[in-house]
């Protein structure tokens, strides 16, 4: 959300100085008028509050007209977050304290960049409306009107590289080797501690819901899990017998599972050593324990983890769990997490209290992950009947694809690259109309001087590039400034980046030929027009 007030605030600035640009560029061809004015005796003072009555009636309009976009924006906002539900929890009507906070915003946007406009028109000496003030040889009075728009140009070029790297992101996230393959596996979200079973209960109540599972056509295979892989975890610190005691800083923290038989077989987890989890591995045998090739690694190095101890710390629980498998890696917080794997049907008992609390509520397994290969319409129906026959009253939330359930697992980012493309897209098109405004206004004024250059020789080309030479070097100075401003941006916003260096030369190189394609088309428009225009007719202009 922080990241997405910063974009916010950004478009604000982009479009800010857009409108301070037009009021500024409304104020320098008026100021004959203004001249005028001031001839007949009004004050400074009172050029100033008229100019910044405009610039106030404008903002007071905008943020009246911008209630709708408001409304318009909320809504996308939750569409985005989740989806196209008829239900959503979520009113998108903006709030009267969020409509005030607006309003203020607008007023004091309105007051900051009207004043400079205001200022500079105020200052017009009546002499200047005999002279014939619209007569211009150069660009000199347009300085402030330039700054302006390389602030828009550096401003939309980090809005433009984060919202590229932002999608590469999700898009990284999205396409994430997890460790298996999602495609034909499907996952139900039950909760059998709201279903009043006991522990003792649980073990004959999987078994029963798998055997019913397996027996619906096309289904491969079933287990069960707390948690699935992708859809969070428990984690605690081990300590391992044998090995020295881990000093203060070092790093002992994993993540713990409990499921049931089938479980590794219905993902297709490849064992790399030892043995999976079985039906052997119960009450009356020993606790064992089925770690990840990263916990193998991070815990026992090199050694050969088959036969080794280790249990939730303290030192006193080192000799817990004996191993009896490693297995492939899969996603369940990051790539980087050890995990390991209990079975359902074995129970240990600590004296320390929350660790005994941890152990009764983890065998209440909340995820049935399904794998039935091919097309099967009625699949989600067919599990859901089958589990309802095992027992009605147990409570079931939900039947997902693991496609489904990875898709929506990524929906934050998804809906944080969305909007930055969006704020990316609104700052763009303000830069361009903004270069295009300076660069037009540029053009009116310096119609004399154009003309008197064609009457000299001057052909069409060599307008055009006068026209658009003066807008590229405002463009590469904002491009000079929003580059290392875009890295910075980067570096900022790194923990939300996933595969993607905080600045990404590709990415960077992506925004800033956006960005330059776009000031070009808007430059060009005035340019041509410039190159079209009479010489005659320049010349006889005042």
Request: contains cysteine; glycine residues 8%.
């Amino acid at each position: 959300m922080l990241l997405l007030l910063v974009c916010a605030i950004c478009v604000l600035l982009v479009a800010c100085a857009n409108i301070a640009n037009l009021l500024l560029a409304r104020g320098l061809k008026d100021r004959p008028q203004t001249a005028i004015r001031a001839a007949l005796g009004a004050s400074r003072a009172r050029l100033l509050r008229k100019a910044l009555a405009e610039s106030l009636t404008l903002s007071l309009l905008g943020a009246i007209a911008g209630i709708a976009v408001a409304y318009a924006g909320a809504r996308l906002i939750l569409h985005l977050a989740f989806g196209p539900a008829t239900g959503l929890p979520l009113n998108a009507a903006p709030s009267t304290p969020v409509l005030l906070f607006a309003l203020g915003i607008s007023m004091i946007t309105g007051i900051v960049f009207g004043m400079a406009p205001a200022w500079m028109t105020s200052r017009a000496k009546p002499i200047e409306a005999l002279r014939g003030a619209n007569r211009s040889v150069g660009d000199h009075r347009q300085w402030v009107q330039k700054t302006m728009v390389i602030v828009q140009v550096a401003v939309s070029l980090v809005l433009l590289s984060a919202a590229a790297m932002l999608g590469r992101s999700f898009s990284n996230r999205q396409h994430q080797d997890v460790g298996f393959d999602p495609n034909g596996r499907y996952l139900v979200s039950i909760d059998p501690k709201l279903s009043n079973y006991t522990q003792e209960q649980l073990v004959p109540l999987f078994r029963n819901i798998e055997d019913r599972l397996r027996a619906i056509p096309g289904v491969r295979m079933a287990g069960s899990a707390l948690h699935a892989p992708l859809t969070g975890i428990w984690t605690q610190d081990i300590l391992t017998e044998g090995q020295p005691e881990p000093g203060p800083n070092d790093d002992l923290n994993s993540g713990w599972n409990r499921v049931t038989p089938g479980f590794f077989e219905t993902l297709e987890d490849r064992i790399v050593r030892g043995r999976p989890i079985t039906d052997d591995d119960n009450a009356n045998t020993r606790p064992v324990a089925v770690v990840s090739e990263t916990f193998a690694r991070k815990f026992f190095g090199n050694q050969n983890p088959i036969g080794k101890r280790f249990g939730p710390a303290p030192r006193k629980n080192a000799g817990t769990y004996e191993i009896v498998g490693v297995v492939a890696d899969m996603r369940f917080l990051d790539s980087s997490l050890p995990v390991y794997f209990l079975p359902e049907a074995q129970t240990t008992h600590f004296d320390q209290a929350n660790l005994e609390s941890r152990e009764a509520w983890s065998h209440s397994l909340y995820t049935i992950v399904i794998h039935a290969p091919g097309n099967h319409p009625d699949m989600q129906a067919q599990i859901k009947k089958a589990i309802t026959d095992v027992d009605p009253s147990l409570l079931m939330y939900d039947v997902q694809s693991y496609s489904d359930v990875i898709y929506s697992g990524f929906s934050q980012e998804k809906m944080i690259a969305d909007l930055t493309w969006l704020f990316g897209a609104v700052g763009l098109v303000l830069a361009a109309v903004g270069l295009y405004g300076v660069t037009a206004y540029g053009v009116e004024q310096r119609t004399s001087e154009i003309g008197v250059r064609m009457a000299l020789g001057a052909d069409r080309g060599n307008v055009v590039q006068m026209v658009l030479r003066t807008a590229f070097w405002q463009v590469g100075i904002g491009v000079a400034v929003g580059i290392p401003a875009a890295i910075g941006a980067g570096y900022l916003f790194a923990s939300q980046l996933f595969g993607v260096r905080p600045w990404s030369p590709a990415m960077l190189g992506f925004a800033t030929l956006v960005l330059v394609f776009t000031a070009l088309v808007a430059a060009a428009i005035p340019a041509r027009r410039a190159a079209a225009v009479d010489p005659m007719r320049a010349l006889r202009m005042e």
